[in-house]
């Protein structure tokens, strides 16, 4: 008789635990917690790496700025500093910028750009050749001259969820404020005249040129 009651009870006891609802946030929260962590660093690294690039096109185009307001012959010291500033702008630990002045001329009634000058901060190599940015410069009139920066930072996620590590360029063409050109002093005997003072000349739109005003094509 003992052994019978023992059973029925052991059976409601059964029959309780089955119906109970005790702990079934615990296992809900098991389940659902991998969920909402691979989602916030999901969510983490694709606002790090928006972030990166807002950051980048902000300091790219606030060092351009700057650039464009020298009136002065700048060196390589110079660039280097504007290096230091991208990089304090942007907080990375890696960045590349290159510096390069192109001016629209004719040649044999030919119009085509010309490469002044190009320095690149942080042993990045200069540019040799116009071509290789010809595409992505815009319209000059004849004699105009441009600031082409090029900056870019690598961005490396901080977890892994499919997103690979990749660079974030830009790429601006800032017009001199206050010269015609902003000149490049590369330390040689002569090099660099500076653009102020008697030598400082408007910058136009348009240049003149027999008489008329032409604007650059390609």
Do not use: C
């Not at 969510?43 to 060092?63: D, E, H, P, R």
């Not at 192109?102 to 490469?115: F, H, K, N, P």
């Amino acid at each position: 008789m003992k052994i019978f009651r023992n059973l029925l009870r052991a059976r409601q006891i059964g029959a309780r635990y089955g119906r109970s609802e005790h702990g079934s946030m615990s296992v809900e929260a098991i389940l659902v917690l991998p969920v909402i962590f691979f989602g916030l660093m999901f969510i983490y690294t694709y606002f790090a790496a928006f972030q990166l690039k807002g950051l980048s096109n902000k300091a790219t185009y606030t060092v351009s700025d700057y650039l464009s307001r020298q009136t002065e012959p700048v060196d390589s010291n110079f660039i280097e500093g504007l290096s230091d500033i991208y990089q304090f702008l942007t907080n990375a630990d890696s960045n590349y910028l290159r510096v390069s002045s192109v001016t629209w001329s004719i040649d044999d009634g030919e119009g085509a750009y010309e490469l002044q000058w190009s320095y690149g901060a942080n042993s990045v190599p200069p540019l040799t050749d116009i071509a290789d940015i010809q595409e992505r410069l815009p319209l000059l009139a004849l004699g105009e001259t441009i600031l082409v920066l090029e900056a870019s930072n690598d961005f490396n996620p901080l977890f892994n969820i499919g997103l690979n590590a990749f660079s974030v360029a830009d790429f601006v063409a800032t017009k001199p404020r206050f010269a015609t050109q902003v000149v490049f002093d590369d330390g040689s005997s002569g090099g660099g005249t500076p653009a102020s003072g008697d030598d400082v000349q408007p910058t136009d739109t348009y240049g003149t040129y027999g008489g008329r005003h032409h604007r650059g094509t390609r």
